[in-house]
């Protein structure tokens, strides 16, 4: 079995030597089980782990092997469940394939047609996967709201097909800007709770003083101020996604309170008494290393752990520059402007070779802000600001136009003439010229060697 | 060694002791139900024995315990109590394979 695909098989069954006897054969088979007495452990268990099919018995106390079969169908229909039981009556075999089964074994089980039927749900399984997949890449990604047809992008869609699926809490990492809210509501408006709230709060846009209050509630009388009963986040994310942004932010006290609500499933209104269910999703994100912040001391270790069931990693713009001319044009079609088209082939050249530190986020407002100036059809360089043209540069008083002033000049001519002028400026001083263009060694001699400079430095020294 | 553990893999004879264990203890426990009336957990421990008797060498145990869960579905008194002495003395005189 490869160690890349998911081999997670959860045997559900009350009888724990049933349980004994699935494990020696799928273990022996190289799955990994996951064993669970009930259906209701069962349902606790998808919130840590996604298997690859399910062994369910029937005849359960609890929720019963029904039940819990038609809650599966019902919210994780991706994943095969293979029935067993020993009630072969018609009936029974009716209702569970109309819930949904996968395939439906008896007890006492044959070693054989079990692991076959098992191995065939699991390839069913995948196959589904991967067809919601490739629906999804030829549609474009399909998460309303996120473009990307690059491969940091792809890698994400294909994260997020497996996580719609899913109750595991997910925390993503990246940096600002790079569209940690928009995935979390991806994931809440692609998954089961989609009918539910989407819930977001920024931890670190609230005064830690108040950030308890925000999350929990309040009754009234509980503080000084509170005139009345609030509402809390967790309340209004009942049934729905809670989103919790810069969750690094939040303060060691309201980690360990945090902690409990997830662990028990409960919370209370500050100065309230009543224990209120809470039901949530939660996505968490962060631009801070967690793992850092724990060793630091910062952020708590069993927080973490249970916040980082899944990980996910957004790519920051500049890793992923190809998708800039397709996120360009998805802005300029939500501003509404009927105006300007696109974007000319000297601007994009330039927004092509710029860092981005504000990643997407920071794109969208260059481009929002060009297609107010721009006076044309197309975006053109004049119309970028100026720290995204490069910086410009002053000679004698005299500004040089740092941005291409029409459509034709490109990049590469505009980067001969920075070049040419800084050095200039500074006497073949190669040190200087790269502090006033703000580039590195290592790229300074290699447009020196691509514009065929190279001598300009010597030649400007002995002219002193 | 009897035919029956002949019959079963050398996995399963590894985790026999346990099985067995386990059979005695639920036959003690359908025992503790009886007295209580208490027919649906009967009915479940019964369906646990249907479902993995034969698997461990033991026929006996899925028929016997096909035979109570009907028994405890109908709230039949006098059938389940004849046949949890069955079990019990079925494995009462059941002799286990050789510890190697």
Same mark, same amino acid.
């Given at each position: ?7 997670? $098989?959860? =045997?559900?069954? &009350? ?33 840590? %782990? ?55 074994? *008896?007890?006492?089980? &044959? ?18 996967? +991967?067809? @919601?997949?490739?629906?999804?890449? =030829? ?21 997020? &097909? ?30 089961? +709770? @989609? ?19 925000? $999350? ?5 009388? @509980? !503080? *000084?101020?509170?005139?009345?009963? +609030?509402?809390?986040? !967790? ?13 690094? %932010? $939040? @303060? ?57 069931? !899944? ?5 920051? $713009? ?22 300007? %088209? ?24 260059? =481009?929002?802000?060009?297609? =107010? ?24 008083? %005299? ?24 050095? *200039? ?16 060694? *290592?790229? !300074? ?20 | ?7 079963? /893999? ?11 264990? /386990?059979?005695?203890?639920? /036959? ?51 059938? /389940? ?20």
């Amino acid at each position: 079995m490869s160690k890349e695909a998911n081999n997670v $098989l959860f =045997v559900v069954d &009350d009888d724990s030597n049933e349980r004994m006897l699935l494990d020696r054969w799928l273990v022996r088979e190289g799955y990994e089980v996951v064993p669970l007495e009930s259906g209701e452990a069962c349902l606790d268990a998808l919130s840590e %782990e996604m298997p690859a099919a399910i062994c369910l018995d029937l005849n359960m106390p609890g929720m019963g092997g029904l039940n819990t079969l038609q809650h599966l169908h019902e919210n994780l229909p991706a994943v095969p469940v293979v029935v067993l039981t020993a009630d072969d009556s018609v009936d029974t075999v009716v209702k569970a394939m109309r819930l949904g089964a996968h395939d439906y074994l *008896t007890k006492p089980l &044959d070693q054989t047609k079990l692991l076959t039927t098992l191995r065939n749900a699991v390839e069913m399984g995948r196959l589904s996967f +991967r067809v @919601s997949q490739l629906e999804r890449e =030829v549609g474009g990604g399909g998460y309303p709201g996120i473009v990307g047809a690059s491969e940091p992008m792809k890698a994400i869609f294909r994260q997020l &097909d497996r996580l719609r699926a899913s109750e595991v809490t997910v925390l993503i990492h990246g940096d600002s800007g790079t569209g940690k809210e928009l995935i979390a509501r991806a994931l809440h408006q692609s998954g089961s +709770r @989609s009918r539910g709230p989407f819930i977001a709060v920024n931890s670190a846009a609230i005064p830690e003083t108040l950030l308890e209050s925000e $999350l929990f509630g309040h009754e009234k009388g @509980s !503080f *000084t101020g509170a005139i009345g009963r +609030r509402i809390g986040r !967790f309340e209004e994310a009942n049934h729905g996604t809670l989103f919790l942004d810069e969750v690094a %932010e $939040l @303060s060691l006290p309201v980690q360990a309170k945090l902690l409990r609500v997830l662990q028990e499933r409960t919370f209370q209104r500050l100065g309230g008494a009543a224990q209120i269910p809470s039901d949530f999703r939660l996505v968490t994100a962060s631009h801070r290393n967690l793992i850092e912040e724990v060793r630091q001391g910062r952020f708590r270790e069993d927080l973490y752990f249970r916040l980082a069931v !899944f990980e996910l990693d957004l790519p920051p $713009l500049r890793k992923r520059k190809e998708d800039i001319p397709a996120l360009i044009q998805a802005f300029i079609k939500q501003e509404g402007n009927t105006r300007v %088209e696109g974007v000319s082939h000297g601007a994009l050249q330039i927004l092509l070779h710029y860092d981005w530190p504000g990643n997407v986020r920071e794109l969208q407002n260059v =481009v929002q802000r060009a297609l =107010v100036v721009a006076d044309g059809r197309e975006i053109e360089a004049k119309d970028l600001p100026e720290r995204v043209r490069i910086v410009s540069l002053s000679l004698g008083g %005299e500004e040089i136009a740092p941005a291409a002033e029409s459509s034709d000049t490109t990049l590469e001519d505009f980067s001969r003439r920075l070049l040419i002028n800084a050095l *200039t400026k500074h006497e073949g001083n190669a040190s200087a010229a790269m502090r006033e263009l703000k580039i590195g060694r *290592t790229r !300074f001699y290699r447009m020196l060697k691509k514009f065929d400079l190279e001598h300009k430095i010597d030649e400007l020294r002995h002219s002193k | 060694m009897e035919d029956r553990w002949r019959r079963i /893999s050398p996995d399963l004879l590894e985790l026999l002791p346990t099985y067995l264990e /386990s059979l005695r203890k639920d /036959s003690a426990r359908l025992v503790d139900e009886l007295n209580h009336q208490n027919f649906l957990k009967i009915g479940y421990i019964a369906h646990n024995f249907r479902g993995n008797g034969t698997n461990f060498g033991l026929p006996e145990i899925t028929q016997l315990g096909h035979q109570l869960e009907l028994q405890a579905k109908a709230c039949d008194l006098a059938g /389940s109590t004849g046949t949890i002495s069955q079990i019990q003395e079925f494995l009462q005189g059941l002799v286990p394979p050789p510890a190697e």
